[in-house]
């Protein structure tokens, strides 16, 4: 069995090695390939944690595990990350423990990967400013991998803590992207592209400020009660999702259907325009929307990576259980 650490799952995976992970995990999602198992997610009563696994396996890539983990609000205080994962991969034929994953910075990079995939099939060609709404841990990783599937010009940014923006704005300066701090009503009407990344409990994007044509990788909702967007900008845009279970039960369809402005069957998963099977935008003007709730075959698609590339180079310790 392999440990593989955080440094060494930097070292093995970046940013190209998750786009193209996510990209063909959410196609096999959509051909019935690959298949989450049931999320568990529960208040522990201790620490004020939230805990659970995401589970899943993925036949065309031989990859099964499980990552576990959660959200501890007060190891900040500690000097440690307040959300924290581990990914265990399986030998499919066996169910023999194959490889313990450090999964914090793998969680990061296939979500930045995953609305990289959106922006990839479904933002405008032409897109050139991008809109980030968000500044904590994941919007650095976000404006990272969007840079890299278009030629945007500029990035436009706003925080509801705007203390935190000077963190997003180094990165955009690092990547020769010029940074301006909006307010929101400003970043819709600039923004071709827009990010959302944030933990909101309420709609923080109206939809008429939203411009036709724009997409938006809604990628902060992952859990019941959170919001980040007015419904309405769901019933008038083409809604597209890693998976629709999660989609309309922790994603940000949840208001939108509990609404009654959006059907589940409304809603495309994203791996169908990846296969070809779905057309993706069918016009300049039209608004899309990516609902990525993250899911545990992407976790195990990067710690697949990472496992693969670790055995291959001799860089993980080898333990015997
Ligand atoms: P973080 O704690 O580092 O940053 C939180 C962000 O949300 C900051 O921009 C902060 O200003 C903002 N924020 C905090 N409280 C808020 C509130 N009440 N209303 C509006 N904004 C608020 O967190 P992070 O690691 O950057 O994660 C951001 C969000 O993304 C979280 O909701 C997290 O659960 C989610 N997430 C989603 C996926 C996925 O796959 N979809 C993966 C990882 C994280």
Wanted: hydrophobic letters at 45%; a negative charge.
């Amino acid at each position: 069995m392999l440990v593989i650490d955080e440094a060494t799952c930097e070292a093995l995976v970046g940013r190209r090695e998750a786009f193209d992970a996510v990209e063909k995990v959410f196609a096999a999602m959509a051909r019935g390939e690959a298949r989450n198992f049931p999320v568990v997610r529960e208040a522990l009563g201790h620490a004020d944690a939230l805990y659970g696994f995401k589970s899943g396996f993925d036949r065309a890539d031989m990859v099964l595990g499980v990552k576990s983990g959660g959200y501890w609000p007060h190891n900040a205080e500690k000097g440690l990350t307040n959300h924290q994962s581990t990914v265990f991969l399986f030998d499919p034929d066996t169910g023999r423990l194959d490889a313990v994953v450090a999964g914090n910075y793998l969680t990061a990079v296939r979500t930045a990967a995953a609305s990289a995939v959106s922006i990839a099939h479904l933002a405008r060609k032409d897109a050139k400013v991008l809109g980030m709404v968000g500044a904590g841990h994941q919007s650095t990783f976000q404006l990272r991998a969007a840079a890299e599937v278009r030629d945007f010009e500029k990035v436009v940014a706003w925080n509801p803590h705007p203390e935190m923006l000077p963190r997003l704005a180094a990165v955009a300066e690092e990547i020769g992207l010029p940074f301006q701090a909006v307010e929101r009503e400003q970043l819709c009407a600039e923004a071709d592209v827009i990010i959302t990344i944030t933990s909101a409990f309420e709609p923080l994007l109206m939809a008429d400020w939203i411009r036709p044509g724009t997409h938006i990788a809604c990628m902060g909702t992952d859990t019941k009660g959170k919001q980040e967007l007015d419904p309405e900008i769901l019933a008038r845009a083409a809604v597209f999702t890693d998976e629709v279970a999660q989609s309309v039960t922790i994603g940000e369809a949840q208001h939108a259907v509990a609404a009654g402005l959006l059907g589940e069957t409304d809603i495309v998963p994203i791996g169908m325009v990846i296969n070809g099977d779905h057309a993706g935008r069918t016009a300049d003007d039209e608004i899309t929307v990516f609902d990525g709730t993250g899911v545990g075959l992407q976790d195990l698609a990067v710690a697949g990576v990472a496992a693969r590339r670790a055995r291959e180079r001799d860089m993980a310790r080898q333990v015997e259980l």
